[in-house]
């Protein structure tokens, strides 16, 4: 897979680009004609706790200008997303907690529960809890796709922070002979 372009800024800070100046700038121009200038909105169908996270999304990207309604949509699937699998947690720990009671029950004396009938509910209940990982696993991913998207992960916020240029580079044997052959040296 290629990667993906750089930014307009990056090109310009790492001074490195084969662009033109004119390339670059109409670049610019085209990121700049993608973004709305309209703040995102938390969609109203998001329950209390996805519109916290929607809330703490919307800063962090508002301080790296990426509060735009552009982005709308996806920022609110991915609370949605975040607030379905904190729920399957909970739905998955009340059937491990239950697990834990069915044993409990079974390990004393005075109950009519038979072995038989003990394994098969705990079957069931370790078929919900592997049913329910599967869920929270596959809604991992979709948050890790769009994580990857929108500068949500380390290797995606790295792809667009420029690169240091090193201002004190010494001058190179050929580059000093080409600098005085076309008088640019003294």
Not at 81 to 93: P, R
Not at 123 to 151: C, F, G, T
Not at 159 to 172: G, N
């Amino acid at each position: 897979m290629p990667t993906p372009s750089k930014p307009a800024l990056v090109l310009v800070e790492e001074n490195k680009s084969h662009r033109t100046k004119a390339e670059i700038a109409q670049r610019k121009e085209a990121e700049e004609s993608t973004i709305t200038g309209v703040p995102m909105e938390a969609w109203p169908s998001l329950s209390r706790k996805a519109k916290k996270e929607f809330k703490r999304l919307k800063e962090l990207l508002g301080k790296i200008k990426k509060d735009d309604a552009v982005y709308e949509n996806v920022i609110n699937r991915y609370c949605e997303l975040w607030d379905e699998c904190i729920e399957f947690k909970k739905e998955q720990k009340e059937f491990l907690d239950s697990k834990d009671e069915l044993e409990q029950e079974y390990r004393e004396e005075e109950t009519d529960l038979k072995a038989s009938t003990y394994y098969k509910l705990r079957a069931k209940i370790q078929d919900n809890v592997l049913s329910l990982d599967r869920q929270i696993q596959a809604k991992r991913k979709m948050m890790l796709d769009i994580e990857k998207e929108n500068i949500m992960t380390i290797a995606s916020s790295l792809r667009s922070v420029p690169k240091k240029v090193q201002k004190d580079i010494p001058e190179s044997g050929m580059a000093a002979f080409m600098k005085k052959r076309t008088g640019g040296g003294a």
